[in-house]
């Protein structure tokens, strides 16, 4: 058979993720040291846990309603009052996803129809593009630049807006950079914005992990919940990537569309995650304090460690990368990426895995043991010296 004649073209055109080429191949060989995945070194906090137990020894393994679970619904709807300062209706205004992932993917396909626009920060995380395009879309990049600490800025935005834009990614804290958006430019963001019908993805996914500030979200801001859709996870923030559940909030018209699709593709999300989870937003914040200080200190630590071996590195206010220049090296980020596995064991990944910007920079994840990042900076302070870069 000629599968390449079946398969949907658009998918066979679209690239694997540049993250996972790293990862993968790192995992093929001996004394790697990998600081190249966003995942946790922490367990899923003891009580979340044995929640989760406690849910299977119950017998409660049947499905859910489609949407999720009321009283995780009303647990979100809470936990969302108390940081954003924006109120949601569990029934009609909070689904249950399974993780962040499916609520962006859900995002997609609700609101897009072919040639719709989306306008998409870069660099940023690697699926919003593919997505985008899968969905019949066509993604539009925004650069962001170093100089404006990696924000998206209003001029940029309001440059790149055309009558066929439909939606906005706003993607912070970022992934990869760890840049925030301050209150005031997320003003400004709003202010380009109404008067328009475009609507706003909002992927919060980090917003607990911020160092110096609080995080700000557009939901907040007068007017921008009834035009945002604001996804966001339990994954990062409480340890939990393997039990696999996210969340989306928004607008009654856009979330009964989200649920539909959800209930054709999914069914519901796992139900004993979402009794775990149920205990996490009610009981888990003192959990994510304790992480954040650790990750404060391993950010720091890095940042420290990268500038000192002359790799010049933005501060990140959030999430846990940091996104240092290579630049210095003469190499491209690929290069720097394959040669520093190759010869040091050590995996990160290159910049242009998260979007054309990217090139002259990689990312490191730090929410890693000390010893582990220790370890790391030791190999690539000696990489850089047998290069004469140091």
Same mark, same amino acid.
């Given at each position: 058979?000629?599968?390449?004649?079946?398969?949907?073209?658009?998918?066979?055109?679209?690239?694997?993720?540049?993250?996972?080429?790293?990862?993968?191949?790192?995992?093929?060989?001996?004394?790697?040291?990998?600081?190249?995945?966003?995942?946790?070194?922490?367990?899923?906090?003891?009580?979340?846990?044995?929640?989760?137990?406690?849910?299977?020894?119950?017998?409660?393994?049947?499905?859910?309603?489609?949407?999720?679970?009321?009283?995780?619904?009303?647990?979100?709807?809470?936990?969302?009052?108390?940081?954003?300062?924006?109120?949601?209706?569990?029934?009609?205004?909070?689904?249950?996803?399974?993780?962040?992932?499916?609520?962006?993917?859900?995002?997609?396909?609700?609101?897009?129809?072919?040639?719709?626009?989306?306008?998409?920060?870069?660099?940023?995380?690697?699926?919003?593009?593919?997505?985008?395009?899968?969905? &019949?879309?066509?993604? @539009? *990049? =925004? $650069?962001?630049?170093?100089?404006?600490?990696? %924000?998206?800025?209003?001029?940029?935005?309001?440059?790149?807006?055309?009558?066929?834009?439909?939606?906005?990614?706003?993607?912070?804290?970022?992934?990869?950079?760890?840049?925030?958006?301050?209150?005031?430019?997320?003003?400004?963001?709003?202010?380009?914005?109404?008067?328009?019908?475009?609507?706003?993805?909002?992927?919060?996914?980090?917003?607990?992990?911020?160092? &110096?500030?609080?995080? @700000? *979200? =557009? $939901?907040?801001?007068?007017?921008?919940?009834? %035009?945002?859709?604001?996804?966001?996870?339990?994954?990062?923030?409480?340890?939990?990537?393997?039990?696999?559940?996210?969340?989306?909030?928004?607008?009654?018209?856009?979330?009964?569309?989200?649920?539909?699709?959800?209930?054709?593709?999914?069914?519901?999300?796992?139900?004993?995650?979402?009794?775990?989870?149920?205990?996490?937003?009610?009981?888990?914040?003192?959990?994510?304090?304790?992480?954040?200080?650790?990750?404060?200190?391993?950010?720091?630590?890095?940042?420290?460690?990268?500038?000192?071996?002359?790799?010049?590195?933005?501060?990140?206010?959030?999430?846990?990368?940091?996104?240092?220049?290579?630049?210095?090296?003469?190499?491209?980020?690929?290069?720097?990426?394959?040669?520093?596995?190759?010869?040091?064991?050590?995996?990160?990944?290159?910049?242009?895995?998260?979007?054309?910007?990217?090139?002259?920079?990689?990312?490191?994840?730090?929410?890693?043991?000390?010893?582990?990042?220790?370890?790391?900076?030791?190999?690539?302070?000696?990489?850089?010296?047998?290069?004469?870069?140091?």
């Amino acid at each position: 058979m000629n599968y390449d004649r079946l398969i949907n073209p658009t998918l066979m055109e679209l690239k694997p993720s540049g993250i996972r080429k790293f990862f993968d191949i790192a995992a093929e060989m001996d004394e790697v040291i990998s600081l190249s995945v966003g995942e946790p070194d922490f367990s899923t906090p003891w009580h979340i846990r044995q929640e989760g137990i406690h849910t299977l020894e119950k017998g409660r393994t049947w499905y859910s309603p489609n949407a999720g679970l009321l009283a995780l619904r009303e647990a979100i709807a809470g936990y969302v009052q108390r940081h954003n300062g924006v109120s949601y209706d569990p029934k009609t205004e909070v689904l249950v996803t399974v993780g962040g992932s499916e609520a962006i993917d859900l995002c997609f396909r609700a609101l897009l129809s072919p040639g719709d626009e989306v306008l998409i920060p870069d660099p940023c995380f690697v699926c919003y593009e593919p997505l985008t395009r899968l969905a &019949g879309g066509v993604p @539009v *990049s =925004i $650069t962001t630049r170093v100089e404006d600490a990696f %924000r998206l800025t209003a001029e940029a935005l309001k440059a790149a807006i055309t009558p066929r834009t439909k939606l906005l990614v706003l993607p912070f804290p970022n992934n990869p950079t760890g840049a925030i958006m301050p209150r005031e430019e997320l003003e400004a963001i709003a202010e380009v914005l109404r008067g328009t019908d475009i609507m706003v993805l909002s992927d919060e996914i980090y917003a607990e992990l911020t160092y &110096g500030r609080t995080h @700000v *979200s =557009i $939901t907040s801001l007068p007017g921008m919940s009834e %035009r945002t859709i604001l996804v966001s996870g339990f994954s990062k923030a409480f340890a939990m990537t393997g039990w696999r559940l996210g969340y989306a909030c928004g607008p009654a018209p856009v979330m009964k569309m989200l649920t539909k699709l959800h209930q054709y593709a999914i069914m519901c999300a796992p139900t004993t995650a979402q009794y775990a989870a149920i205990e996490a937003m009610n009981n888990g914040e003192e959990d994510v304090r304790t992480m954040r200080e650790e990750y404060d200190m391993r950010r720091r630590f890095i940042v420290d460690g990268l500038n000192r071996l002359g790799l010049t590195c933005f501060e990140p206010e959030g999430a846990f990368y940091v996104f240092p220049s290579i630049q210095k090296t003469g190499m491209s980020s690929e290069d720097f990426c394959r040669c520093l596995l190759e010869e040091k064991h050590v995996a990160v990944v290159p910049g242009t895995a998260f979007g054309d910007s990217g090139e002259g920079f990689v990312r490191i994840s730090y929410c890693y043991s000390l010893s582990h990042i220790t370890e790391a900076l030791n190999r690539i302070e000696a990489f850089l010296k047998e290069r004469g870069t140091l």
